[in-house]
């Protein structure tokens, strides 16, 4: 079985040879980089980590965060980053579920390190770039000998999971999403920004470019987004993967002006559902069109994506990457035709073979190999897909399925709307109704009787939401989804007050 190192090893040596990461306005060598690694390595070896075992990494995006990924792969065990900013009593719920051997985080995180050690996990401080410490690792269980990667995600539902990806997995979509999506070749420069805990950054952003043997320019965070557009300009960076929440930042600071240079010709999107109007607003303000795909952690990740500006359509999240079965099934497990609503289910090489030490959530998952990925989508003659919604995310209006983000789309058609969320609220006649929550551009101005209007115009009577709140920001997930699950308990407490 190829295994990650051993293919990016070669583009290390190759394609790679003079630009292989730009940090902190430099290019590095791949020799600077080896170098990195072959040093985490022997610092893993003399802690006595070995095969089947996990390094788990709080790290922001860093050359560390590749460099102990390689030096882990290189001896057999797996890395598991997580989110630094979770909070102390979360992260060590987290390391109870991946037992792993130790846990690397940045100098300076105190309490953060006194939490994890109190919690009896072997913990070390390390500069972003330079050599790993030494680290004393513990034993535990070495019960993962085909996982690269472990990721802990809670989804849109609350509940932690940790889902494994072999290296198989890796492989699979990296190769698949490169040569599938026509706009990618070998001249381009990857952005290396989304969050390394998130398995879109990781694999998209981070490993795929290895693999391939494409240079990229790594950023430690986001925000503030000028360092983003900073780094494409200088790096001469030409694909950027993003979430809907970082192309709206982009290109807002964009358009106050900011010198984004010539160089950025593709925006690859995925996450959550991309407003339409950005597509326009990035082609106005930065001569660039948007690839919306669409993809699950369970999936590494990249299930479907538009596959070039020419071929893509918009509203869509694209065709499926050539590998996956998949099925659309009812609620009875009927399986559906083109054009009728029904829970995706898929099949293939890129998903995961189930859940760290949890065979009750994988049973509850797959079913005779096939992965439900719990969203309802719709599939046009082409092939091509939409997202309707979580299966939970489902409103119920008078006996009706009504689709949040199909709501939303229409809101946000709205020239005064900046991101809108929809939840369903409780009606003693309908059982419930919408109700939209609305975040409104800078400068604009709109009432709920206006936008009521709006809606109806566009939508069925039953899909028109009846109350609409202004607010001036959502809840996100670390990766800048919405949550609505948030809205929803935050609506019931102010029903129960």
């Known amino acids: 079985m190829d295994r990650l190192e051993k293919i990016i090893q070669p583009r290390l040596d190759a394609e790679l040879k003079e630009r292989?990461?730009?940090?902190?306005?430099e290019w590095w060598s791949s020799s600077r980089f080896l170098s990195l690694v072959d040093s985490c390595e022997r610092v893993l070896v003399e802690g006595g980590f070995s095969e089947g075992q996990r390094?788990?990494?709080?790290?922001?995006?860093?050359?560390?965060?590749l460099a102990l990924s390689m030096a882990a792969w290189r001896l057999k065990g797996a890395v598991a980053p997580l989110n630094l900013q979770s909070g102390p009593a979360a992260l060590v719920e987290n390391l109870g579920v991946l037992d792993p051997w130790g846990v690397v985080l940045p100098a300076g995180m105190t309490a953060l390190s006194e939490a994890i050690s109190s919690a009896g996990y072997p913990m070390v401080s390390a500069a972003l770039e330079e050599p790993l410490p030494a680290i004393q690792g513990r034993k535990g269980e070495a019960d993962t000998p085909k996982a690269a990667v472990i990721f802990s995600t809670s989804g849109t539902t609350g509940t932690p999971k940790a889902v494994i990806i072999t290296h198989e997995n890796l492989i699979e979509n990296t190769v698949k999403v490169f040569d599938f999506v026509e706009e990618l070749n070998k001249d381009d420069v990857f952005l290396n920004v989304l969050p390394n805990f998130h398995t879109l950054g990781y694999s998209v952003s981070g490993i795929l470019p290895l693999v391939v043997?494409?240079?990229?320019?790594?950023?430690?965070?986001?925000?503030?987004p000028q360092n983003a557009v900073e780094a494409i300009r200088e790096a001469g960076v030409t694909v950027m993967v993003a979430v809907p929440t970082m192309v709206a930042l982009t290109l807002a600071t964009a358009a106050k002006g900011a010198d984004i240079g010539k160089t950025l010709r593709v925006i690859i999107c995925g996450g959550d559902r991309l407003n339409p109007q950005f597509d326009q607003r990035a082609r106005e303000t930065m001569n660039l069109s948007i690839l919306e795909g669409y993809g699950l952690t369970e999936c590494s990740p990249v299930v479907t994506v538009n596959p070039s500006l020419a071929r893509r359509k918009l509203g869509t999240v694209?065709?499926?990457?050539?590998?996956?079965e998949f099925r659309i099934l009812d609620r009875e497990n009927n399986e559906l035709g083109a054009g009728q609503d029904g829970v995706l289910w898929v099949k293939g090489a890129s998903v995961t073979p189930g859940y760290f030490r949890n065979p009750d959530k994988t049973a509850e998952r797959f079913s005779e190999g096939w992965f439900?990925?719990?969203?309802?989508?719709?599939?046009?003659?082409?092939g091509y897909v939409t997202i309707l919604d979580r299966d939970t995310d489902i409103l119920i209006v008078g006996g009706f399925n009504v689709y949040p983000q199909e709501?939303?789309?229409?809101?946000?058609?709205?020239?005064?709307?900046?991101?809108?969320a929809v939840i369903g609220v409780q009606h003693p006649v309908s059982g419930e109704i919408p109700k939209a929550f609305v975040i409104l551009k800078e400068n604009e101005s709109a009432t709920q009787k206006e936008l009521v209007q709006f809606c109806k115009e566009k939508l069925a009577h039953y899909k028109v939401p009846r109350k609409i709140e202004f607010v001036s920001s959502f809840p996100l997930s670390p990766s800048g989804k919405i949550l609505r699950r948030k809205l929803r308990e935050s609506e019931k407490q102010a029903s129960a007050g």
């Not at 043997?213 to 430690?220: D, I, K, R, T």
């Not at 694209?318 to 996956?324: E, H, T």
């Not at 709501?407 to 809108?420: K, N, S, W, Y």
């Open 55 to 65: 390094l788990v990494l709080l790290l922001p995006n860093c050359p560390l965060v």
């Open 407 to 420: 709501v939303e789309r229409v809101l946000q058609e709205h020239p005064a709307i900046h991101m809108a």
């Open 20 to 25: 292989t990461l730009w940090w902190k306005g």
């Open 213 to 224: 043997g494409l240079p990229q320019a790594v950023l430690p965070g986001f925000m503030p």
């Open 372 to 382: 439900n990925t719990g969203d309802i989508v719709r599939m046009d003659e082409d």
């Open 318 to 324: 694209g065709p499926f990457l050539p590998g996956y």
